[in-house]
């Protein structure tokens, strides 16, 4: 690998944007099927997606990495406002726990 801290980097980057890109993907098929979907939820959403958009692209910045751990608990307590956003909380969680080994196996 040529530059190993860009891959890293992009890695984050990706996947808080996938993340960003899925939340709000969701919205309406938690609306249609999941029943009440209040105010609070849509606004807490659109919130953590503009998050990861932001913290995408401060990838460079090591308390990033971080930041974007603390992202993932907040999008697993938002499963107290609805349980499909739990899920979602545990899948991304997984997904950005794999990014942080992957990070440490590259970069030491």
Not at 6 to 23: H, I, N, P, Q, S
Not at 42 to 67: F, S
Not at 71 to 97: C, D, E, K, R
Request: charged share 10%; glycine share 12%; net charge positive.
């Amino acid at each position: 690998m040529r530059n190993p801290d860009k891959a890293v980097r992009g890695l984050g980057a990706g996947t808080l944007a996938l993340e960003a890109l899925v939340l709000l993907l969701a919205i309406q098929p938690i609306r249609v099927v999941g029943g009440d979907l209040g105010g609070a939820a849509v606004a807490a959403i659109v919130a953590l997606a503009v998050a990861c958009v932001v913290l995408a692209g401060q990838m460079k910045r090591p308390w990033a990495w971080h930041a974007g751990t603390v992202l993932q608990g907040l999008l697993l307590l938002s499963g107290l406002l609805h349980w499909s956003l739990f899920a979602l909380g545990v899948i991304f969680a997984l997904v950005w726990a794999y990014a942080l080994h992957v990070r440490r196996v590259i970069l030491g």
